[in-house]
């Protein structure tokens, strides 16, 4: 296995391997980036959906069947952000996604091989470019291209995830390496590539404790958390999800998809399908599994190669040498640990809060689920995989 055969690079990740400052999109799209870069104008205002119903459909059914890859997220990412604001931007959730937006979302996310609404990869992996292009993508050199509010607090909690996900690019980088060492049997390559993967989550835990320095959890779930939110198991919205007007395959039918969320990450999840790491049963599994194919395709094929082919566990299981046991069981503490961190601001940034907000339910994740109980249990079961 090698990262370029999934578009990916140990220096990004699972990143953009553009920048999205650098993508300039057709003209038909003009009316759609200025729209989106007033956006923080248009929610202000308490009518976005009135500028938004007079966007012109730019009509991208053919464009999009040959256009760069590159310009298809990038349009991706600003017509994701329009209908989260048409949907989420005003006190009452519509019923329908007009045409104007729906049929061009469709198209996008059809091409792409996502769902028709803000993906976590729209959010965050394709959101972001470097102030310097001459320096490194780190928290003083990035930022957040498209927003909401335009907030601090929103472009913060969107580039300390990009800082965490260019960082696990040695993890997966390594993980890939490591399906071969295995299986050569080199002990000691496999214990050093394990160590390197401990000291890159060590870097990766020391960005995730920077997200209250400019993320106030009161401001996330006020300001950053409402737009984010999916139509599944949200009770805001009537009909049990939103009809996409225009779109003859939904036959008009409320379509119940799930919201943008860091689960959408797909760093744990590698590191699951490399570690063999198990899960039972229970409403978050069934949940992860369903968000598995809300992924970029080549990052859901990579996790899936990764588990058809990694034979890690059994490789360090049946061996005798203690330090790389030692170096397994770090980097599985590691997974556990991000996971009670992640559990730790749910609870801050998400069950501690309440408000009335249309949808925005401190006990559901942006997701649709009731994530605290399951979060907690999935953080024991990677730990109590460790070998012996």
């Known amino acids: 296995m090698e990262l370029k055969d999934y578009g990916m690079s140990r220096e990004r990740g699972y990143l953009s391997h553009y920048e999205i400052d650098e993508i300039t999109l057709p003209p038909q799209f003009d009316p759609i980036v200025k729209a989106a870069g007033l956006l923080s104008a248009l929610l202000t205002s308490g009518r976005v959906r009135h500028f938004l119903d007079a966007l012109p459909d730019p009509d991208v059914s053919e464009w ?56 976590y990869s729209g959010y965050v992996l394709d959101n972001w470019y470097r102030l310097d292009k001459s320096g490194p993508i780190t928290l003083d050199n990035i930022a957040m291209h498209q927003n909401f509010l335009c907030g601090a607090d929103e472009n913060w909690f969107v580039l300390v995830h990009v800082a965490i996900e260019a960082e696990a690019g040695v993890l997966l980088d390594n993980a890939a390496k490591l399906v071969t060492v295995a299986k050569e049997g080199d002990e000691e390559e496999a214990t050093r590539l394990l160590r390197e993967m401990d000291e890159a989550w060590e870097r990766i835990y020391g960005h995730f404790a920077r997200m209250p320095e400019q993320c106030d959890p009161y401001i996330y779930f006020h300001r950053v ?39 959408q990450s797909s760093i744990v999840p590698a590191m699951d399908a490399l570690f063999q790491v198990g899960h039972s049963d229970d409403p978050l599994k069934s949940f992860l599994d369903e968000l598995h194919h809300y992924r970029p395709v080549e990052h859901r094929r990579f996790i899936e190669d990764l588990a058809a082919q990694s034979t890690l566990r059994d490789f360090v299981s049946a061996s005798e040498n203690a330090e790389l046991k030692a170096a397994f069981n770090a980097c599985l503490e590691q997974s556990a640990r991000f996971r009670t961190r992640h559990l730790e601001y749910a609870a801050s940034y998400i069950n501690k809060q309440a408000g009335s907000i249309a949808g925005n339910d401190p006990d559901v994740g942006t997701g649709g689920t009731p994530f605290m109980k399951y979060l907690k249990k999935h953080r024991d079961e990677n730990r109590a995989q460790l070998v012996g």
Request: hydrophobic share 40%; net charge neutral; glycine share 10%.
């Open 225 to 263: 958390r409402p737009y984010i939110h999916g139509w599944a198991n949200n009770p805001a919205l009537k009909d049990g999800g939103l009809v996409y007007e225009g779109i003859e395959r939904f036959e008009g039918k409320p379509q119940a998809l799930r919201g943008q969320t860091g689960s």
């Open 64 to 119: 999009v069947k040959s256009a760069p890859e590159e310009e298809v997220r990038t349009a991706m990412v600003h017509f994701s952000f329009l209908v989260q604001a048409y949907v989420w931007g005003e006190a009452e959730p519509p019923k329908h996604l007009p045409a104007n937006l729906a049929r061009p979302m469709c198209a996008l996310s059809e091409r792409l091989g996502q769902a028709p609404l803000l993906p």
